[in-house]
């Protein structure tokens, strides 16, 4: 990467719609005579932005306020019962070790002997007198103080400031506090943008846009996540035995930001400025040396800490889960996405709600595909661990039952509870034999809602390296404790021994891709989401991008993220570039549907591919995506369609843009008042007229639903829509990366770079009204479904897989 600073320099780019000088220290907010408040002279957005977000997220200032007040007495409830339990309690009384022997007036004898708790605890006088001659407890003691009292100040300082977002909704937002859930964030974000416009809060800004809103609440996330995406940051280890390991827990990650961003010595010299000296390439070598001192001192910090921050973490742990461990010891083996998963798989200007809602809809799916690997061997020993176990169990069950004396024999309560949780661990890995699975149909499934899939992952899904790969994504709650309570252990040595190592790509990485937007200062360049400057030629972006290997986005994030964010935000105008890349990607959706099957023939589907996802409650949205794919397994085992005649093959990118371009052309025909820019943007838009103008498709969708204009279907549909460009442009992208895997009836595809503006219907010379289409790929359905702890049956498919070993019974 030192070889690569010639990229570029430094760069300041010049937003389109301002015209104010760079940086933010005079930044005012102009509030008319009658919202004069507290939030008239703002000089750290980012931080007011943020707030507002926040306050919308965790619903209003009671809620809030309630969490952070009940943190503190978390905090005080663990140290104050941990010490009590440590110096207050007689344990040689409590498992009676010791006799005691009540004696008085009134005394029933047969009670003499039988303890009781009172017994178990020290008198007071000599509880305070064990602390006072234990000073490691006094020390930890003080401690704990000294961070509590930070905490209620931090708490303090969060209740004046967010007193003052609550009043900027009321007041200046025009939103009740018990409206507030009510509103969702866009409509938030439209009422702050409307705010700007109207009373011109901000004077160095003529009007705010939705990606200067992203920008500042998503400033230091966006670096983190192209980090990522750049594999920078030393998360991924190779240790013996357990060779490519992937580690990345809270205390990692902020000692990442507090290293980079915020923290003494960070490379900002405030929150929305890159320091002056971090631009320059000429002292990159000294810099980098500082950036590694800094990094070894807070290695070293880190290293100190580390007994504290353990005890911490185990106490933590301990109070948090041993209760649900002891009601459900299979919430251990639920699964759940993984730190390093949520930036991988996040997009550039993604906030966290829409991260969460799609990673959400992804989890059954993902679970899915994860069960759908088992292991013989383990198979084997959970039978028998399972039937001996339970055999033990079966007959302390039947004494307790024909005497409840035995229940006073020692330990007898422990060996039942011991017991119950080996079986229902063993059973845990003991497969469904009535369950059929297909990996690579639920790959599939799995990259309509989280959007980034490796391309060795196509084609391997029955594979135990993809498993593990995908698990490093998706993790075991098990494995997520267990690396919490590693961390205060590991965290110092991969700050010493491996993030120093990078300082001086790290410091490259800052200033070559570090861009100033002016009236809202430096931000990551892989955030202005520029198909020019990071676009990747095999993601559709040939022709149109003049970005090297170095600056290029990984896995199409660029692409993938940009149309996320328009469809997300359908009011935004993107710049002249991006403009570009979503109108030629239209005319191709449109040229490929040409070949593809008709909207109606998918949608009368709907029913059978749902069926085949045992999902019974589908709604439109589940409908469509379904129907797009399972198509290719239908139409490939032969089936009729109504009219009886046969249905020729296609893929999951052809029934993909047939339901786009079907959709697109419906907004067309409603929209000639001049909106050409974005792809689908009306299908999210509030006064949207494109899922209300073709009524054959919506009400075969959704014949029930009458709320077709409420925001959580738009929400819904604009998932849908997504995910329907993430399957499109990931077959394209196969097409474009492996030509060879095209089978030979088809003709290929069509570069984006030979389709011409008008000529989106137009058959090019060469290709004739035939699409290009790869070999039939057997994919599936998926149904988008809440978090479940049980599974359900899935009907078997016949698609010619071959079931390999270490997988179930596959299609």
């Avoid at 003991?430 to 059929?436: A, F, K, L, N, S």
């Avoid at 011409?756 to 988008?784: C, D, I, K, R, Y």
Wanted: charged share 20%; hydrophobic share 40%.
């Amino acid at each position: 990467m030192a070889n690569l600073e010639a990229y570029q320099e430094y760069q300041r780019i010049e937003d389109f719609e301002e015209d104010s000088p760079p940086g933010e220290e005079d930044l005012l907010v102009h509030v008319p005579e009658g919202l004069k408040d507290s939030w008239h002279h703002i000089k750290n957005l980012d931080n007011f932005f943020t707030r507002i977000y926040h306050f919308h997220q965790k619903n209003g200032f009671a809620c809030m306020m309630l969490s952070e007040f009940f943190e503190l007495v978390q905090l005080l409830f663990v140290v104050t019962f941990t010490t009590f339990l440590v110096n207050c309690v007689e344990y040689d009384v409590l498992f009676a070790n010791r006799a005691v022997n009540h004696t008085g007036p009134g005394q029933n004898p047969l009670d003499r002997n039988k303890v009781t708790l009172p017994d178990a605890i020290l008198p007071s006088q000599q509880c305070t007198q064990r602390i006072q001659e234990n000073s490691w407890i006094i020390f930890l003691l003080i401690m704990a103080a000294i961070f509590w009292i930070y905490r209620l100040v931090k708490v303090f300082c969060n209740v004046l400031s967010y007193w003052e977002i609550r009043q900027f909704y009321i007041k200046a937002l025009k939103i009740r506090m018990d409206e507030l859930c009510n509103f969702t964030w866009q409509e938030v974000q439209d009422r702050l943008i409307s705010l700007q416009r109207e009373q011109q809060m901000c004077i160095h800004k003529k009007e705010l846009t939705e990606l200067d809103i992203y920008h500042r609440i998503l400033r230091f996330k966006n670096y983190m996540v192209a980090m990522i995406n750049k594999s920078l940051l030393p998360v991924q280890l190779q240790l013996p035995l357990l060779g490519n390991v992937v580690f990345l827990t809270q205390g990692l990650k902020y000692n990442f930001e507090l290293i980079l961003f915020w923290g003494p010595g960070s490379l900002f010299q405030n929150k929305w400025n890159l320091h002056p000296k971090y631009k320059r390439n000429g002292n990159r070598l000294e810099l980098a040396q500082q950036l590694s001192r800094v990094i070894l001192l807070m290695g070293l910090a880190n290293l100190l800490l580390c007994p504290f921050i353990l005890v911490w973490q185990v106490l933590y742990a301990f109070f948090s889960y041993t209760e649900v461990i002891r009601r459900e010891p299979g919430s251990l083996g639920a699964r759940r996405w993984s730190l390093y998963g949520r930036l991988y798989l996040r997009h550039f200007n993604e906030l966290d709600h829409e991260l969460h809602g799609r990673l959400g809809r992804g989890y059954k799916p993902t679970s899915k595909y994860m069960n759908s690997f088992t292991s013989p061997l383990l198979t084997v020993l959970a039978k028998n661990f399972a039937f001996f176990s339970g055999s033990v169990l079966a007959v302390l069950i039947a004494l307790t039952v024909y005497d409840e004396d035995v229940l006073t024999v020692q330990h007898i309560l422990t060996a039942i509870t011991v017991l119950g949780v080996v079986i229902t661990i063993a059973r845990s890995f003991i497969p469904d034999e009535h369950m059929v699975w297909c990996p690579e149909q639920l790959l599939q499934c799995m990259l309509a809602h989280i959007h980034y899939m490796p391309d060795h992952w196509r084609g391997s899904a029955n594979k135990s390296e993809t498993r593990d790969e995908v698990a490093q994504l998706f993790q075991y709650k098990a494995v997520f404790i267990l690396e919490e309570l590693l961390s205060p252990i590991v965290t110092p040595f991969i700050l010493i021994f491996l993030l120093r190592n990078k300082s001086l790509e790290i410091i490259d990485f800052f200033r070559n891709f570090t861009v100033e937007v002016v009236g809202v200062g430096d931000i990551c360049s892989f955030a202005q989401m520029d198909i020019r400057r990071h676009g990747n030629p095999t993601w559709m972006s040939e022709g149109q991008t003049e970005a090297s290997i170095y600056q290029q986005a990984e896995n199409g994030k660029t692409e993938l993220s940009l149309m996320h964010f328009t469809i997300k935000n359908p009011r935004w105008q993107p710049p002249q570039e991006s403009s570009v890349f979503i109108s030629h990607l239209k005319e191709k959706v449109h040229h490929d549907a040409q070949g593809g099957p008709s909207t109606q023939l998918l949608l009368s589907e709907a029913p059978l591919c749902t069926s085949l996802q045992s999902n019974e409650s589908a709604t439109g949205p589940d409908n469509l995506l379904a129907s797009v794919l399972a198509h290719p397994i239908l139409t490939a085992s032969g089936l009729q369609g109504r009219d009886h005649h046969f249905i020729p093959p296609s893929t999951a990118a052809s029934a993909a843009a047939s339901v786009l371009a079907s959709l697109s052309t419906s907004q067309l025909a409603h929209t000639s008042r001049g909106r050409s820019q974005g792809l689908l943007p009306s299908s999210v838009h509030p006064e949207s007229t494109m899922y209300r103008s073709d009524r054959t498709i919506i009400d075969s969708m959704s014949n029930s639903d009458s709320r077709i204009r409420s925001n959580p279907l738009h929400s819904e549909f604009a998932s849908a829509e997504m995910s329907l460009h993430a399957i499109y442009m990931h077959e394209l992208h196969q097409q474009s990366s492996h030509p060879q895997r095209s089978s030979g009836q088809w003709q290929s595809t069509v570069p984006m770079r030979d389709l011409h503006t008008n000529t989106g219907f137009q058959a090019h010379s060469g290709l004739g009204s035939s699409m290009s289409m790869p070999t039939v790929v057997h994919l599936g359905g998926w149904q988008e479904e809440e978090e479940e702890d049980e599974d359900e049956d899935d009907q078997e498919i016949n698609s010619g897989s071959t079931p390999k070993q270490g997988t179930r019974s596959s299609c």
